[in-house]
C-alpha cells in the first residue's frame, strides 16, 4: 500500500508550492505535493510564463515591422495568431514538464485531486476532473505534521464584468484566444491588464484600458506610471484613468461598454472582445479554514513573518496569503517557512524587497518606496533621475525612451527605493534588489563600476544625478 504519512504536505503546486517542496526535500522531510488541475500553478501554464512568450512574439513582430530603422529590409511581415498561441502553450508545457522532473529528481510525492484539510495534520484529497499525471497517488486520507497552504489565486470577477469564456475574458483566454479581436478593452491596468493591452496593440488591435485610479499601473512610481503611459499612447493605445466600466452589453459577437469618464459624462464604446483585468482573490474557499479557524482578512490567510496560519501547523504562502501577488514572493516565502519548520532561523519576508515587473513594451521595474510613498513616511529624501535618451547602449539598441529613478534617504544615503521604465528594465531592477538588501549606501553605489555600454550604466547616474554629480546628462 502506497505511503499516506508525510512530514510536510503542500496543497498546490505552483511556484510557491513546487520551490516549498523542492527545499523542504532538501532539508531531509518527506514530501507530498496535493494539485489538482495543472502542475507548476498559475505561473508556469496561465501566468507569467506563457505571457512572457506571447509578448516575445509581440516584440519580434515589432522589430520586424521596424526593420528599415536598422538598415534591413524585410517585407510582407504578417503572423499567425494560432502559431503564435501554440509557441506560447509549448513554452507553459516544456517549464510545468520540467517542474514534474523536478519532483521526481527530489523524490517528491504528487497526489493527485482536490485536498480539504479536515483537522491540522489531516487532510482528504477528493478525485480531480483533469488526468492524473503518471505516478501520483490519488484521492484518500493523508496526513503530515505540517501542511503548508498554496492554493493561489484566481480572477476576480467584478458584478456584471465576470468573464463568459467568450467574449468578456479573463486571463485564460486572453491567453489563448480563438481569434485575434480587431478591438479591445482591457479593464484595469495593474500588472496583467497592462501587458495584454501592450501584446494586442503590437499586433494591431485597437486597445482602450479603462483605469478607475487616477494612474495606471498603480502601484507604481507616479512619475514613471506617466512616463509609460506616455508611451502607450504613443503606440496608439487609448487610456481612460479615473474611470470605471459601468455595463456591458453583449451582442452577438462584440461588446457595447458603458464607462462612467469619471468627469461626470458617459461614454460607450463597441468592442470585439472585453478582458476583465480587475485583480485577483485567493483560493481560501473548500479547503475547511473556516471549520478549523484559520484567519482570513479581505479573502487571503493571515500569515507572520513565517508564514504560520493562526493553527499550529498550518501555514500558508504565496497569492493565498496576500499581497504583492507575484511568483517569486510565493516562492520566498515557502523557503522561508521550511527553512523555519526545520528550525534554521531564516530572515522573516520584509516586503519592502520584493521587486515587482511589468513586461509590457516598455517595461516596467521597481523596488521600495516609491518617491510619494517615502515622503508620506517623512523621510527627507534625495532624488535622482537618468533617462535613457543620453544612453549610448539605448540609442544603439534603438530604445531610447526610458527613465531610471532612485529615491534615498538623505539622512543616511540609504537606497529606499528604484523605478524603472524602457527597455529591458525587468533584467536591470535586480541590481538595485541586491542593494537594497545589502543596505547599500550612494556612496558604495559610486563606487561600485557598471560596464560600458550596457543599459546598467543609468543605475549609476541616477545615483549620481541624487548626489549632483550626474556625468553623462
Ligand atoms: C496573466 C498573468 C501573468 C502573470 N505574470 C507574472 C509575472 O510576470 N511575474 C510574477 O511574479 N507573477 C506573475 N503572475 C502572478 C503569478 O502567476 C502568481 O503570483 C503565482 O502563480 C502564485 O504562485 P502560487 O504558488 O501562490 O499559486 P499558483 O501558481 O496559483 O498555484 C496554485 C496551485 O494550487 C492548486 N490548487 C488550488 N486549490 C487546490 C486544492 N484545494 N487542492 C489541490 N490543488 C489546489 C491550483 O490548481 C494551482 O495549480 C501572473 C499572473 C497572471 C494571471
Keep these: 500500500m502506497a505511503d499516506t504519512a508525510f512530514d510536510i504536505i503542500i496543497i498546490g503546486s505552483g511556484p510557491g508550492g513546487y520551490v516549498t517542496a523542492i527545499r523542504a526535500a532538501q532539508l531531509g522531510f518527506k514530501v507530498a505535493v496535493v494539485e489538482r ?25 515589432h522589430l520586424m515591422t521596424h526593420a528599415k530603422e536598422f538598415g534591413l529590409s524585410a517585407e510582407n511581415i504578417s503572423y499567425d495568431p494560432k502559431a503564435v ?54 484521492p484518500g486520507a493523508y496526513q503530515a505534521k505540517h501542511i503548508i497552504i498554496a492554493t493561489g489565486a484566481r480572477p476576480r470577477a467584478l458584478p456584471g464584468l465576470e468573464g463568459d469564456g467568450k467574449l468578456v475574458w479573463t ?35 485597437d486597445v482602450t484600458v479603462v483605469e478607475v485610479l487616477p494612474q495606471i499601473l498603480p502601484v507604481e512610481d507616479a512619475e514613471i506610471a506617466a512616463f509609460a503611459r506616455k508611451q502607450f499612447e504613443k503606440q496608439g493605445m487609448k487610456i481612460m484613468s479615473g474611470a470605471k466600466v459601468a455595463k456591458l452589453d453583449k451582442k452577438k459577437d462584440s461588446v457595447v461598454a458603458t464607462i462612467d469618464d469619471g468627469k461626470g459624462g458617459t461614454q460607450t464604446l463597441e468592442v470585439d472582445r472585453v478582458i476583465s483585468a480587475v485583480g485577483v482573490v485567493g483560493n481560501v474557499e473548500g479547503l475547511g479554514l473556516e471549520k478549523l479557524g484559520v484567519k ?26 496576500g499581497p504583492p501577488m507575484l511568483a517569486h514572493k510565493a516562492e520566498h516565502e515557502g523557503i522561508i517557512c521550511v527553512e523555519a519548520i526545520k528550525g534554521n532561523k531564516p530572515h522573516p519576508m520584509d516586503k519592502r524587497m520584493i521587486p515587482g515587473c511589468t513586461y509590457c513594451s516598455p517595461q516596467v521595474a521597481s523596488v521600495g518606496l516609491t518617491e510619494a510613498k517615502a515622503k ?14 543620453g544612453n549610448g547602449k539605448a540609442i ?34 535586480q541590481g538595485y534588489v541586491i542593494a537594497m538588501n545589502l543596505e547599500t549606501t550612494e556612496e558604495e553605489l559610486i563606487h561600485t563600476i557598471f560596464p560600458h555600454p550596457t543599459l546598467s550604466e543609468m543605475m549609476k547616474e541616477a545615483v549620481l544625478d541624487a548626489y549632483g554629480r550626474v556625468l553623462n546628462i
Design 396 to 429: 544603439a539598441l534603438g530604445e531610447d525612451q526610458g527613465l531610471v529613478k532612485v529615491v534615498f534617504d538623505k539622512k543616511t544615503g540609504q537606497l529606499l527605493g528604484a523605478h524603472m521604465v524602457g527597455t529591458e528594465v525587468t533584467e536591470l531592477i
Design 376 to 389: 508620506e513616511l517623512k523621510y527627507d529624501i534625495r532624488v535622482g533621475r537618468c533617462p535613457f535618451l
Design 171 to 205: 486571463y485564460f483566454e486572453a491567453m489563448n484566444p480563438d481569434k485575434m479581436p480587431k478591438s479591445l478593452l482591457v479593464i484595469g491596468s495593474g500588472a496583467i491588464g497592462i501587458e495584454f493591452a501592450s501584446f494586442y496593440r503590437t499586433l494591431g488591435a
Design 85 to 138: 498561441v501554440t509557441r506560447s502553450r509549448g513554452v507553459a508545457k516544456r517549464l510545468a514538464d520540467g517542474v514534474g522532473f523536478l519532483f521526481k529528481k527530489n523524490k517528491i510525492q504528487v497526489i493527485w485531486g482536490e485536498a480539504n484539510i479536515d483537522a491540522p495534520g489531516k487532510i482528504t484529497v477528493k478525485a480531480s476532473k483533469v488526468e492524473a499525471p503518471k505516478g501520483a497517488l490519488g
Design 37 to 61: 488541475s495543472f502542475i507548476g500553478g498559475i505561473c508556469t501554464n496561465w501566468g507569467c510564463i506563457p505571457t512572457k512568450a506571447l509578448l516575445r512574439s509581440a516584440d519580434v513582430y
Design 296 to 321: 482570513i482578512e479581505r479573502g487571503t490567510i493571515v500569515i507572520d513573518g513565517y508564514c504560520k496560519t493562526n493553527v499550529p501547523g498550518i501555514y500558508a504562502i504565496g497569492d493565498v496569503a
